[in-house]
Each structure stands twice: as structure tokens, then as C-alpha cells.
């Protein structure tokens, strides 16, 4: 099983249509249909979930068959809803939030068994 750990010095998913991108960009590149990725790399609105983005963009996932492991602090978010969505995410098994890059590919490699 293939994982792809993204890095950039910039954002990569900044609305659905460069998450899209990137899936497909990976799956061709690669091969891979799981993607790590740094918590920076993704726009604030998506944690933001009055907005939407969060939705469109795992459903851009799901439709591609393509598992993701977010890593990075969460501890600034001290309402609700984006604790339950990490919940419900993480108790899932295709879009989890870890801590650590390490945790990412662990949750990644676990969820491919």
C-alpha cells in the first residue's frame, strides 16, 4: 500500500477544486490513494464548518476513494463543532486528525488492513 506524505512551502487545498487536484494529482503521480498532509496546507475555512468546504472537499475524497491523515496542533479550536467533526471523523475510516506526521502514516496503514 502506497502513501503519499504532501509537503509544500505554500497552502495546496485552498477550495474543493484544488483538493480535487491534488487527489488527482497524487493518484496519477504516485499511484497512491492515501494522502498525508500538514494541517497548514489546508485553508482555515475548511475548519471553519459553517462554510461548507469541510464537506465538499471529503466527499471529493470519498467519490475518489482516497484516505487522508491530517496532522498538526488543533488545540486552537475550543468550540464545539470541530471537535465533534474530528471525532466523528477519527472514529471513521477515511479522514482521520492526528498530532504528528508519524501518527498520520500509522492511522494511513492501519485503516488500509
Known amino acids: 500500500m502506497d ?3 504532501v509537503s509544500s512551502d505554500e497552502k495546496v487545498i485552498v477550495e474543493v477544486q484544488s483538493a480535487l487536484d491534488l487527489v488527482m494529482t497524487v493518484k496519477y503521480e504516485t499511484g ?3 494522502i498525508v498532509l500538514d494541517k497548514n496546507l489546508i485553508c482555515e475555512e475548511f475548519f471553519i464548518l459553517s462554510t461548507g468546504v469541510a464537506g465538499e472537499i471529503l466527499q471529493k475524497f470519498i ?3 482516497v484516505k487522508a491523515a491530517i496532522y498538526g496542533d488543533y488545540s486552537r ?3 464545539k463543532p470541530p471537535w465533534d467533526f ?3 471523523s ?3 475510516h477515511g479522514v482521520f486528525f492526528v498530532s ?3 501518527e498520520a502514516v500509522q492511522k494511513l496503514t492501519e485503516a488500509g488492513q
Open 3 to 5: 502513501i503519499a506524505v
Open 32 to 34: 497512491a490513494s492515501r
Open 63 to 65: 467519490n475518489y476513494r
Open 77 to 79: 479550536y475550543t468550540s
Open 86 to 88: 474530528i471525532y466523528e
Open 90 to 92: 477519527n472514529n471513521g
Open 100 to 102: 504528528t506526521k508519524e
